[in-house]
């Protein structure tokens, strides 16, 4: 339904995007991955029509946008990364401005701007002042002036960042129902492997601005299905060991956390006597140790050799 | 469109300290401009503002008395010599003067005290009194000899203004001279000021001295009138960089791609700022000339037609002002900063205030200046504002406010030019 083809995006020197690729289905949801400065919102600016791409393009039922980028402008509900909103004013008066804008008047305004005020949570205080508003609230607002003219794909760039927990469940669970109750397709971009993890159907990785890695979360976290997580917690640090560890070439990686090492070894090459042994050595005091399944961050970490936040 | 419109009144609305200091600061700077440098607390009813001391040297009778002397001796008919002497008894030119203290009409703008010269100078110099009508002796012997018999120099009055010679006691110099001009009393005006060049060369308001008329053939100005235009073209500069500033801090960058998105033009975007710049302008000196015309009583316009051009020349001013605001707008978004909204009212409003003669009377600027001014659109505003009120016809405004509308044009075809639009796709 709408696509990238080798989208790229150069500012001065700086490679943004380069040769991004991506495709979404009606009615799927699709999360984009990737630390800060991945590229991810220039991405989706590029796709949003708000961006022009230094070369490559992008299609809707495969006709270039960049020609004619009312077409999907109709269709598409951008949630900015950062708040697109008066502050000075209400969130009814936001609301009404931007519904207005899209043309909607009269009564088929106030019922619309009540149905997004529900779906967000926010009717009770839909008159006060959005600079009173706490950070998840702008966020929930934000998001409900991208849903007033039914758009039918809705692009989210990191909506629950800078948020407590409970508003960023709170969007979450709305993201959900708005693909499963509304059928929404919906294109979702963080830095936060849970929520990628729980709300997409397929995932992008980005890196630098380019797409590393493109599959379900199954498919991707199988890219590491050959190997396994073992976390070791230590009652204080201990560089020796963290050398020796390294040192030893049946151990693929080694990094350290806050409360001891992360590893990741080949899987069932029984590294842990190994581990214990070593400890023993240096009289490390093992206060934990944990084997994991490979998450998203392992694949993340796996393809560039760093965290997904540093 | 309309909603562009209302979007951006409302954002004003919500600050009202920012919206009240836009509306109120002319209004606040004319009184305090128009009663600093006038000194006049003009329009009060009750409205005594300053003392002025009478001295009057010399003995009428005896003037009279010595002018019917020399009327005796001259060689015409005893007939003629009577009378004379009966119009003299009947018309003394110090009289003309006391009666004009007298009037209601002098009396609300100046209270008289008799006093001999040196209390009349201590009080000056004691700041009790702001000018002092010194009447010397032989005035009315000399008077009555070059009005009755056309010999002589006449006399002179004397006002003598101190050290602190306040625009009052400038008016009271004009009354002065127009009762002598208007009653030929064979008299000139000698002016003793302290202290040179400090008034400013307003006349007063005629309507306060009833039927005095001025000799000007203009309709003369208070400086409170002065300054009401004066602060009102100057803070109307203001109200551009505001509504720019305003798009700005309201992040517009992220708004502003909503509005992209949303399929319409961002044109919408620029021309709201630029219509409510002008709708702001308007309506701030529509409140400040009302004030200033109903509270401070600054003036008055005789029929509908004069307030009709007034009228005319705020809105031609206010449309050229909205082409700022737009500029300004489109500037700040395509520098995505607000340093130039901050350089305009930070200095550039100044420059052109001065430049435009709302600091000082253009007349009182060098030329090279006050020509600079006819090119700024407060200066144009301003010039038209006076020149109106003062009677001068449209004729004469005229070509200011066509210069002012083709300032409009260039400014919006510059600020369309500049504007980002490079963000459509
Ligand atoms: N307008 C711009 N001019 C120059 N460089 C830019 C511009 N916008 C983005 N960049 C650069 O492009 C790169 C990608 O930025 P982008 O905002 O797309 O990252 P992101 O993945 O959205 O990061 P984040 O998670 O922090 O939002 C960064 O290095 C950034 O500095
Ligand atoms: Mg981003």
Known sequence: MLETVNLKKVFKQNVAADDVNLYLDQGESVGLLGPNGAGKSTTISMISTLLRPTSGDVKWHGKSVIKNPNEIRDVLGVVPQEIALYKELSALENLKFFGKIYGLKGKQLDKKIQEVLEIVGLTERQKDLVKTYSGGMKRRINIAVALLHEPVIIIMDEPTVGIDPQSRNYILEMVRQLKEEKGMTVLYTSHYMEEVERLCDRIYIMDHGKVIATGTKEELTSILSSEETIIVDFDRPYPNLVNKLEKNESILQVTETDNGIKLIVPKGSRQLGTIFNLAEKEEAQITSINVQVPTLEDVFLHLTGRKLRD | ?425
């Open chain 2, 1 to 425: 469109m309309w909603s562009f419109l209302k979007k951006d009144i409302l954002v004003l609305f919500r600050d009202k300290t920012e919206l009240a200091v836009l509306l109120l600061m002319p209004l606040v700077l004319t009184s305090i401009l128009g009663f600093a440098l006038g000194g006049v607390m003009s329009g009060s009813t009750e409205g005594i503002s300053s003392s002025v001391a009478f001295v009057q040297k010399g003995q009428t009778e005896q003037d009279v008395k010595r002018f019917k002397e020399e009327v005796k001796q001259l060689p015409i008919p005893d007939e003629a010599k009577a009378q004379i002497s009966e119009a003299v008894d009947s018309f003394q030119p110090v009289n003309v003067i006391t009666d004009v203290f007298n009037s209601d009409e002098f009396n609300e703008m100046f209270q008289i005290k008799s006093m001999n010269e040196t209390d009349a100078l201590s009080a000056l110099s004691n700041e009790e009194v702001s000018a002092i009508l010194i009447v010397p002796e032989d005035f009315t012997y000399e008077a009555l000899r070059k009005m009755v018999l056309e010999q002589g120099e006449g006399s002179e009055l004397i006002v003598q203004t101190g050290d602190h010679s306040s625009f009052s006691a400038s008016i009271f110099e004009d009354v002065i001279e127009i009762i002598i001009n208007q009653l030929n009393l064979g008299s000139a005006i000698a002016k003793e000021t302290g202290e040179e060049g400090v008034v400013p060369s307003f006349e007063n308001d005629s309507s306060e001295l009833g039927d005095v008329q001025s000799v000007t053939d203009k309709k003369p100005m208070s400086p409170l009138q002065y300054y009401t235009f004066a602060m009102g073209v100057m803070f109307a500069l203001y109200v551009g960089s505001t509504m720019a500033h305003k798009g700005y801090v309201e992040n517009f960058q992220n708004v502003f791609n909503r509005i992209i998105l949303s399929g319409k033009h961002p044109m919408m975007y620029l021309s709201g700022k630029g219509i409510s710049t002008m709708l702001l302008v308007f309506i701030q000196l529509v409140i400040l000339f009302t004030i200033s015309v109903l509270v401070l009583r600054s003036f008055m316009m005789d029929d509908i037609i004069e307030w009709a051009g007034i009228a005319l020349i705020t809105f031609v001013y206010a449309i050229s002002i909205g082409s700022v605001g737009a500029l300004l707008t489109s500037i700040t978004m395509r520098a995505n900063s607000s340093s130039i909204t901050g350089v305009f009212s930070g200095g550039i409003v100044s420059i052109l205030a001065f430049l435009g003669g709302s600091f000082v009377p253009k007349t009182q600027l060098p030329e090279f200046i006050s020509v600079l001014g006819g090119w700024t659109p407060n200066g144009l505003a301003l010039t038209s504002y006076l020149q109106w009120s003062q009677g001068l016809g449209f004729d004469f405004i005229l070509p200011s406010l066509i210069k002012l509308l083709i300032f409009t044009i260039i400014i919006l075809s510059i600020s369309l030019m500049i504007f980002p639009r490079k963000r459509v796709v």
